[in-house]
């Protein structure tokens, strides 16, 4: 006689968790090496919790701390005073972007949307206007670039064939909200940073100090 869904047996449950070995016997097993004072036999000697051990750590990073701070040559230490003191950072340094512009000062971007499409982040926006000269197809209307997103890679420089965006040494990016933190055309072709900060990644031309924007 065939069984209906209803009155079919039920399959056989499986069977519960016993719980970690610790748990086994109706007892909590005490940890090696815990508060239980249970030390294992084989445990190093320099391993072993000591009193001793502690005071000698102690004893000497107090000697380091107090000899570093009364040395003679401690104003040759690598630290700067910053912001008073700038570090000189490589001439290929990845740092803030800069569009760069002509000669008549209008921006050699063409918005071809390499950059943005090269961007592995995605942090690059264009948005593209016709330029009124007809030898040049388009141009940006919109160009910005979160830097908060932005992973300073240059791959947008190396896939632009105009070289019309570059990295600068600029590295001070602070902000108290978050839409300050996406650079728009003025920020990125005409902040008052560029007139002081030397030029970085430019891979098709040989970094120095004549490379002017």
């Known amino acids: 006689m065939d069984?209906?869904?209803?009155?079919?047996?039920?399959?056989?449950?499986?069977?519960?968790?016993?719980?970690?070995?610790?748990?086994?016997?109706?007892?909590?097993?005490?940890?090696?090496g815990t508060r239980s004072?249970?030390?294992?036999?084989?445990?190093?000697?320099?391993?072993?919790?000591?009193?001793?051990?502690?005071?000698?750590?102690?004893?000497?990073?107090?000697?380091?701390?107090?000899?570093?701070?009364?040395?003679?040559?401690?104003?040759?230490?690598p630290t700067i005073q910053y912001p008073e003191q700038r570090r000189a950072y490589s001439l290929r340094f990845r740092g803030i972007h800069q569009l760069t512009k002509r000669p008549d000062g209008?921006?050699?971007?063409?918005?071809?949307?390499?950059?943005?499409?090269?961007?592995p982040a995605e942090c690059i926006t264009i948005e593209a206007g016709e330029y009124p000269d007809k030898r040049i197809e388009k141009y940006p209307v919109r160009f910005d670039i979160d830097m908060l997103r932005c992973v300073m890679c240059g791959l947008c420089v190396d896939a632009c064939p105009e070289e019309a965006i570059v990295m600068t040494g600029d590295y001070e990016m602070a902000a108290f909200t978050r839409e300050e933190t996406v650079y728009p055309i003025s920020l990125l072709a005409d902040r008052p940073q560029l007139a002081s900060t030397p030029p970085g990644y430019r891979p098709r031309y040989e970094p120095g100090p004549a490379l002017v924007r």
């Not at 869904?5 to 109706?26: K, T, V, Y």
């Not at 209008?106 to 961007?119: D, P, Q, R, W």
């Open 3 to 32: 069984q209906t869904p209803e009155s079919a047996p039920a399959p056989p449950r499986r069977p519960a968790w016993p719980g970690p070995p610790q748990m086994l016997g109706g007892r909590v097993a005490p940890a090696l």
């Open 37 to 77: 004072g249970r030390i294992p036999k084989d445990l190093p000697e320099w391993e072993r919790p000591s009193l001793w051990a502690t005071l000698k750590g102690l004893l000497v990073t107090q000697g380091n701390f107090f000899k570093h701070l009364w040395s003679r040559d401690r104003l040759d230490k």
């Open 106 to 119: 209008s921006l050699k971007c063409v918005a071809c949307f390499m950059c943005a499409t090269a961007c």
